[in-house]
């Protein structure tokens, strides 16, 4: 499969509805589309689903007559096959694992046996765990709904950290449904079980929501904390039956079995009836055809959802970045302005918005007061937004899977949809658009999990401790952890008496472990012209790219420039401004190397791993003009580095083993993105974690070797042993690099080898192969 620019010919911005006869309804809008010469030259693909019948069986005979007048009213009298046989498998004991598309009723294979079991067993319960707090409060709205209609005493409760102090003590006794997330589980449940006595004791139902989300170090993490979970169950003398639910990946059951550490039966019969989806691979005009420049994605993706909106056709739009999803709400409000309509019709939706701002903006959509919504990939989760549409999405969000959720945002049922996917200039986007047969082939990505990793499961195992003493002989994941106890004992940190480890370190072990990546706390933005009102948050790692002085802080179209910043009390200060532009960060970002752990010289280089040195640092940022998208000015930004220590393993290249490879000079810099970008997708399969848990970095001249290298380091604070893995890996992952690259037909690269070739360069799909021989310990013959 070759890979070229695959330019459309020239073409304009996307063509109006015809006008005439007015569409009002979105068959019409897609069909004037479709008839416009000017929008098909920019389709590489406009493939059309078909509508799925629904597949519709009774209400097992068990479930409660309160129930089932509940379910009536809200039009409920029959479930989709895939409901019903989820409630067979769990009245018969099963776990399971429910996978079916986005707005399939997933709920519904929860929501009824938790419902009914309380209500024949008043003191039964249920914990159901989400990622997400924002997630976590809709699905109490829903609950709540369903408990209010059935006008019983079932009481269901939020525990996260927004829970004031006055009201966890009513919930650790009287909740019947606990609803929180994995962080609150592992510092605020498990540690103090003794208070939480009466769920433990009578647990039937764990509930575990989006478990496609649980991938990597967090899903690694997220596994052990339920082994935490289990162990108590078995200590308090229950045994609940857990009920997983997920989006459509490409290894669920492994997925589920390996983070519950249990078989698990897979319920994946679709039921659910959908109507048409058209999906169209959309490559915006070139406006540069000399330069090959594109017309910019962000300005695209506003004038196809104009054209809908125009229409009142409900739209999603989805954006790779905060940025781009307030520059997106900027330009939709200005257009709905210019069609005379309110432009409260047109919100935000992301991560930094106050939770009261997001249930607003979640009622509007499912009432349909609001007509467009721009989010980042928040509203890929279940949050219920009504059924939209459209779906718009502004580049590749990233992986297939993800891909497909934004798509399932649009679709109601028995009606017509469609989902857009806008191409970026990145050059996987522009790859994957000019080749519609391989996006539409590839299946949904592997979510990789490895609860053993002996970092991980180290920290679990003193917070296991911390909650109950280990028995001898007892397992926690592994067969053995004897010698896990022996070295925690030898480290003063649990004591051996009468065949039990007892927890004596003085510190609280589960605040000292973070089940994700980045810090969790938050810096808040103040609005010193309105009574210094609080307007948003924004997470601290992403702090310095958003709200350095002279930032333009964009929340809902509104900008504000912020004036300071104080880092450490974790506060940016701005007044609301009305200016042409926004502004973006630019930063860099370098790695030492602090301290080798291992090295091995190698006949034509090095392999080595150890303690590394990440650091970013803010450096300036320009002014963008909306619209034309120039550049119109620029200041420094003066803010401290961020550091990160970590662990990398890497390797490098003796300068003349390259010349006698004949890889010359100007070709050696595609040839390491190459390679890094190959191993970057082999490792995840052989360290069993997500492509998000490393990074790569390649250097045509390290500072420390003066040679030409790649580092994949943890993308984690302190690392978790991935480097001392891949040192021992070293030759099985070149080879199978090198059989990956070798069997890929492309020509010279692609996403599913090297990259594609406008980022690695026509040769780096050769040069990569050619410093694999280098690299190897025994290089072929």
Not at 26 to 55: G, H, K, N, Y
Not at 148 to 159: C, F, H, K, P, Q
Request: glycine residues 6%; contains cysteine.
């Amino acid at each position: 499969m070759g890979f070229s620019c695959g330019y459309a010919p020239l073409c304009s911005p996307v063509a109006s509805a015809p006008s005439g006869d007015v569409p009002v309804n979105l068959e019409q809008v897609l069909d004037s589309l479709r008839s416009s010469r000017r929008f098909m030259r920019c389709v590489t693909e406009w493939r059309e689903i078909p509508p799925r019948e629904a597949a519709l069986e009774q209400l097992p005979d068990w479930v409660d007559n309160r129930l089932r007048t509940v379910l009536r009213k809200r039009g409920i009298e029959q479930l989709f096959s895939h409901q019903r046989a989820a409630l067979d498998l769990l009245d018969a004991g099963k776990d399971i694992i429910v996978v079916t598309p986005t707005a399939s009723g997933k709920t519904l294979c929860y929501n009824v046996p938790v419902l009914n079991t309380v209500l024949t067993d008043r003191d039964a319960r249920a914990l159901y765990i989400f990622p997400t707090k924002a997630l976590s409060q809709d699905q109490v709205a829903d609950l709540h709904a369903l408990v209010t209609a059935l006008g019983e005493d079932i009481r269901t409760y939020t525990y996260d950290g927004d829970t004031p102090s006055s009201a966890r003590k009513a919930i650790r006794h009287s909740g019947h449904i606990v609803v929180t997330n994995p962080d609150m589980l592992h510092t605020g449940i498990l540690p103090h079980h003794t208070k939480w006595i009466k769920l433990f004791e009578k647990l039937r139902y764990v509930v575990i929501d989006e478990l496609h989300h649980y991938r990597g170090v967090f899903g690694s993490h997220v596994a052990n904390v339920l082994r935490r979970l289990s162990r108590l169950c078995e200590f308090y003398n229950s045994s609940p039956q857990f009920i997983c639910c997920s989006a459509t990946i490409a290894n669920p059951v492994e997925l589920a079995e390996k983070t519950l550490a249990r078989p698990v039966t897979l319920v994946d019969n679709n039921g659910a009836p959908s109507g048409q989806k058209h999906f169209i691979l959309y490559n915006p005009p070139v406006v540069n055809r000399e330069l090959g420049i594109r017309r910019s994605v962000v300005s695209e993706s506003s004038n196809l959802a104009e054209k809908f909106l125009d229409r009142n056709i409900q739209t999603i739009v989805f954006g790779r970045s905060r940025l781009r999803v307030e520059i997106l709400v900027t330009y939709l409000k200005e257009a709905v302005r210019k069609m005379r309509k309110p432009d409260r019709l047109v919100r935000g939706y992301r991560g930094g918005y106050l939770p009261n701002q997001r249930r607003e903006i979640e009622r509007g959509l499912r009432s349909g007061e609001i007509m467009a919504v721009v989010s980042t990939n928040a509203l890929e989760l279940g949050i219920d937004i009504g059924e939209l549409d459209v779906s718009v999405m502004a580049g590749y969000p990233g992986t297939i899977a993800s891909t497909w959720q934004q798509s399932g945002r649009a679709g109601r049922r028995n009606k017509v949809s469609a989902a857009l996917l806008v191409a970026s200039s990145a050059p996987i986007d522009q790859f994957l658009i000019n080749h519609p047969e391989y996006f539409f082939a590839q299946p949904p990505e592997n979510g990789i999990i490895d609860p053993n990793n002996l970092v991980i499961l180290m920290s679990h195992i003193k917070c296991a401790a911390f909650e109950l003493p280990f028995r001898d002989g007892e397992t926690f994941g592994i067969d053995s952890i004897e010698e896990i106890l022996k070295y925690l004992e030898e480290h003063h940190i649990l004591r051996h008496v009468d065949g039990r480890w007892h927890w004596t370190a003085d510190v609280y072990p589960a605040e000292e472990v973070s089940l994700r990546s980045a810090s969790p706390e938050n810096v808040i933005i103040i609005d010193t012209s309105d009574n210094a009102k609080v307007i948003g948050e924004i997470d601290l790692h992403s702090a310095p790219l958003m709200v350095y002085e002279g930032a333009i802080y964009i929340h809902e179209s509104r900008q504000y420039e912020i004036e300071r910043f104080d880092y450490e009390n974790k506060k940016a200060y701005g007044r609301e401004v009305d200016v042409d532009y926004y502004t973006d960060a630019e930063s860099k970002t370098d790695l030492k190397v602090l301290d080798i752990t291992a090295h091995t010289d190698l006949a034509r280089g090095t392999k080595a791993h150890g303690e590394v040195s990440v650091t970013t640092l803010p450096v300036m940022y320009k002014k963008i003009k909306f619209h034309t998208h120039e550049n119109i000015g620029s200041g420094r930004i003066h803010l401290p580095e961020q550091e990160m220590h970590t662990t990398s393993y890497w390797m490098d290249f003796r300068p003349d083993s390259i010349h006698e490879a004949g890889i010359p000079e100007a070709d050696l810099g595609g040839g390491l993105k190459a390679l890094s970008n190959v191993l970057v997708n082999v490792v995840p399969i052989y360290i069993m974690c997500d492509p998000n848990d490393i990074r790569s970095v390649s250097m045509v001249r390290s500072p420390f070797s003066q040679r030409a290298t790649i580092f994949i380091y943890d993308n984690y604070p302190g690392g978790v042993g991935f480097s001392q893995k891949l040192f021992r890996l070293h030759d099985t992952l070149l080879e199978v690099a090198r059989e990956l690259i070798g069997e890929c037909g492309c020509e010279s690269g692609c996403p599913s080898c090297v990259g594609p070739s406008l980022e690695v360069g026509e040769t780096g799909k050769t040069s990569a192969l050619k410093l694999i021989e280098i690299a190897l310990t025994v290089p072929a013959r």
